[in-house]
């Protein structure tokens, strides 16, 4: 899966989740940056952590992960893939 795909799955997700449950513009929006940003730093993780075997795999679940929590969810996912868990 590519990252274009998962960008698209997300918006997706987060627009169902606007009309459907009415959620807050806002709100979603935040949520959208928050996700974009997660990705980004999973990359940049991936890229530059490989050297020292770790690497988060990005999909959806890790996307809206980052997404929902922001910051804190990338150090809990680091924290998953450096236990085994990931």
């Known amino acids: 899966m ?3 795909t998962i960008i698209l799955a997300a918006a997706v997700v987060l627009l ?3 009309f459907v449950l009415h959620v807050n513009t806002k709100r979603l929006i935040e949520l959208i ?5 997660g990705i980004i730093v999973l990359w940049l993780i991936n890229r530059f952590g490989g050297s020292l075997g770790i690497a988060i795999p990005i999909n959806i679940i890790t ?3 980052v997404g929902i929590l922001g910051l804190p969810g990338v150090i ?3 924290l ?5 868990i990931i």
């Open 2 to 4: 590519n990252y274009l």
């Open 16 to 18: 169902l989740a606007k």
């Open 33 to 37: 940056i928050n996700i974009l940003l």
């Open 63 to 65: 996307a809206l992960v």
């Open 76 to 78: 809990i996912l680091l």
């Open 80 to 84: 998953l893939n450096l236990i085994g």
